[in-house]
């Protein structure tokens, strides 16, 4: 009975479909027509496989087709007695619970691509309530020990209690000051290119930085939202937008459409960028379930984003040159991809991925690509004009749809701006909220946030004008050949090797084989006062050097790295009483939820007035 009706609605639809598919017939010869040469070779190449496999499939075949028909007798026995419309509504019934089997069994397969079942069975063990009160009761003892560690460096650092609740009465402008002063004392000292840190501090000179603090002293009750009252700083965003898509590849020498606006920093550059994508191909495309493909050098703001806005990260592995390549791309874009992430450079081991040919996929297969600049954005356009080899990798690469790009890193603004920049406005309006019904009237913010800082916007101005093209060639020249200066200095130390090929002033160094650990390495380095960035997968440190590391400053930081090299290869328990156990620990761990908990832990005590 079943049968029959499936065989009437086939003919029926058949029937309704014979003239459109006789017209897309007649339509489809001259394209057969073209396409037989390349064809005809293709099916001679795959026939002989397939004459191959017909003695295995016709014997499947014979095995299945009895139980098929005995299937289908039962089930027609079974409905003999129903109505049509019991008929409709049980087929109705059946397809709903199997599409609801269906998506359970993808969101399965999904947990277990995404997150490998080592980690969900260490889940699994970790839920069980006698683990889990053990754990509890040591992130507990840990709190503790780090809230009482934190005392003890304010107490030795002779800094008052922390503050907890609001003071009774006013305090007078000089004991604010004095207060301040003792707090500015737990502080890394900065002197004009003497800076032990990675990255952090990127902006040097002491005319520069007088100039910024003016800048901000002059617009410091400005705020953007309310144009009509400061005017100013709504017309400097707009420049600052421009001068940094016009040494990306836009602007009246490249791509004029591409456009932007301002933001905090590079993380909220990122989490624009993505929300705005995410909306674009929402609209375009309807697509509901988005995904994410990004290398898992990719910045961590990129997994922020994914949490806050619900979207599936594909994380690929990066090659062997530690880049995202093209091939990878291609395998992991689905119909649900509403953004590719490349980076210029990514943060860990500063390389440039390869953004020319993921744009080429990228462009074929109509999908966004984002390519996070935040780090390089002022650099690598002006190494490549001082002939430093750099692959192209802005908006003059078809296919990059937008970018991230830092003011207060190397652009040398103060701390609290970025762009984010965007090939076409019909892109960056999806990173606008506009609400038309609100009793308060009508609103529309370019961002995440309402209010923002005009002072803030005033310094990146006047840093961008101040150091102007000719400034910028001078810094990157500068710490270019910092990085070079170090790549050798770490070439020449036994027992240690530099990660990759750097395009930017950014290196990473691991243990060769046979090396130290290289976790105790950075504990030796930082009882010399140096602040590296430890890095894992693999296990390695990196610098960024910025214009705040002079060449003498660089030479210390080889010599005393030869140094805590040797002296870890002599001794391999050197070392250890600093950040080395916890790496090492969170590398053994297959649960990454127990990391997550004591950075949770961590967070939540560097959170306290202690």
């Known amino acids: 009975m079943i049968s029959t009706l499936f065989a009437e609605l086939v003919r029926s639809v058949g029937n309704a479909l014979q003239p459109a598919l006789a017209a897309a017939a007649e339509a489809a010869h001259p ?86 079942l080592a980690q969900l069975l260490a889940g699994f063990v970790l839920d069980l309530p006698l683990v889990r009160g053990s754990v509890q009761r040591q992130q507990a003892k840990l709190a503790d020990q780090i809230r009482n560690e934190l005392r003890k460096k304010a107490a030795e650092g002779g800094t008052p209690p922390g503050l907890r609740q609001l003071p009774k009465h006013g305090t007078a402008p000089n ?91 590079g993380t909220e550059s990122i989490l624009t960028a993505v929300k705005a994508l995410r909306d674009y191909m929402a609209a375009k495309r309807g697509i509901t379930e988005p995904e994410m493909v990004m290398a898992v050098s990719a910045h961590a703001a990129f997994v922020k984003a994914a949490e806050y806005f619900r979207i599936r990260l594909v994380r690929l592995p990066v090659g062997a040159d530690y880049r995202l390549s093209a091939s990878a791309v291609r395998r992991a874009i689905t119909p649900n991809t509403v953004l590719v992430v490349a980076s210029a450079p990514g943060f860990p081991h500063g390389v440039v991925d390869h953004v020319e040919d993921i744009a080429k996929v990228a462009r074929r297969r109509g999908v966004p690509l984002h390519v996070d600049c935040c780090l390089g954005g002022f650099v690598l356009p002006f190494a490549a004009k001082l002939g430093y080899p750099v692959p192209r990798f802005d908006f003059s690469v078809q296919g990059v749809t937008s970018m991230s790009v830092d003011t207060h890193k190397f652009g040398m603004a103060h701390k609290g701006t970025s762009v984010v920049l965007y090939r076409s406005k019909d892109i960056r309006k999806h990173q606008y909220t506009s609400i038309t019904d609100w009793t308060g009237g009508l609103y529309i913010s370019p961002g995440f946030a309402g209010s923002r800082s005009g002072a803030l916007i005033a310094t990146a101005w006047a840093a961008l004008v101040h150091l102007g093209e000719e400034g910028y060639l001078q810094a990157t020249d500068a710490m270019m050949k910092a990085a070079q200066h170090f790549i050798e200095g770490v070439r020449a130390i036994d027992g240690i090797e530099v990660v990759g090929a750097p395009e930017m002033c950014v290196v990473a160094f691991k243990a060769s084989r046979g090396g130290p650990d290289i976790y105790r ?21 990196h610098i960024c050097f910025t214009a705040a590391h002079s060449p003498g400053i660089v030479e210390l ?20 009483d600093g950040n080395a156990p916890l790496y090492g620990m969170a590398a053994t761990v297959p649960d990454r939820r127990i990391v997550g908990q004591f950075l949770t832990t961590f967070q939540d005590a560097l959170l306290e007035p202690v």
């Open 31 to 116: 394209l057969a027509a073209a396409t037989e040469p390349y064809v005809r070779p293709l099916l001679a190449a795959v026939s002989p496989y397939v004459r191959r496999l017909q003695p295995l499939t016709a014997h499947a075949v014979a095995v299945a087709a009895p139980h098929a028909r005995a299937a289908a007798q039962w089930v027609n026995r079974q409905a003999g007695g129903l109505e049509p419309w019991q008929l409709v509504l049980l087929t109705a019934v059946a397809t709903l619970l199997v599409a609801r089997l269906l998506r359970w069994l993808r969101a399965v397969a999904v947990t277990i691509q995404d997150k490998g």
């Open 521 to 541: 390495v950075h504990d030796l380095l930082s009882k010399r006062g140096w602040h590296l960035n430890a890095l894992q997968r693999p296990a390695a440190l």
């Open 175 to 265: 004991d604010v000051k004095r207060q301040l002063k003792y707090k500015e004392g737990e502080d890394v000292k900065f002197g004009d290119g003497d800076s032990r840190v990675s990255g952090t501090v990127y902006l040097t000179g002491a005319v520069h930085k007088a100039l910024l603090n003016e800048a901000y002293s002059m617009f410091s009750i400005t705020n953007p939202m309310h144009s009509d009252v400061f005017p100013s700083v709504r017309r400097m965003e707009g420049e600052v937008v421009a001068m940094t898509a016009s040494i990306l590849g836009g602007g009246p020498h490249g791509d004029p459409g591409v456009c932007g606006s301002m933001t905090s920093g």
């Open 557 to 576: 930081l080889v010599k005393d790295l030869g140094e805590v090299v040797a002296q870890a290869l002599k001794d391999p328990k050197a070392g250890g």
